[in-house]
């Protein structure tokens, strides 16, 4: 299971894309290196790097991202209602 991540939200403003970055870590508070992290609705996507962060522009604070990782599962979560807890 995808355990926590901590955002940074840059750029919010009405119709704008906003630039989300952050760290996934699993339940001891590891970093998850190659996590894919998907706008939902679109192709837009990147892999958290070897420390497991990540930075995504996105379409706007109710943007959905999807965390996915081989062997945990999938999270979905709305920006700014949900990122501050994936589990």
Do not use: K, W
């Not at 991202?65 to 700014?80: D, E, R």
């Amino acid at each position: 299971m995808l355990c926590g991540i901590i955002p940074h939200l840059y750029g919010v403003a009405l119709q704008q894309s906003i630039s989300v970055t952050g760290i996934v870590v699993d339940a001891a508070n590891e970093p998850i290196p190659g996590v894919t992290i998907i706008v939902q609705g679109t192709t837009q996507g990147v892999a958290t790097d070897a420390d497991g962060r990540f930075t995504l522009s996105v379409p706007g604070e109710n943007a959905t991202l999807s965390f996915s990782y081989i062997g945990y599962v999938t999270n979905v979560n709305t920006v700014l209602r949900d990122v501050l807890s994936l589990h």
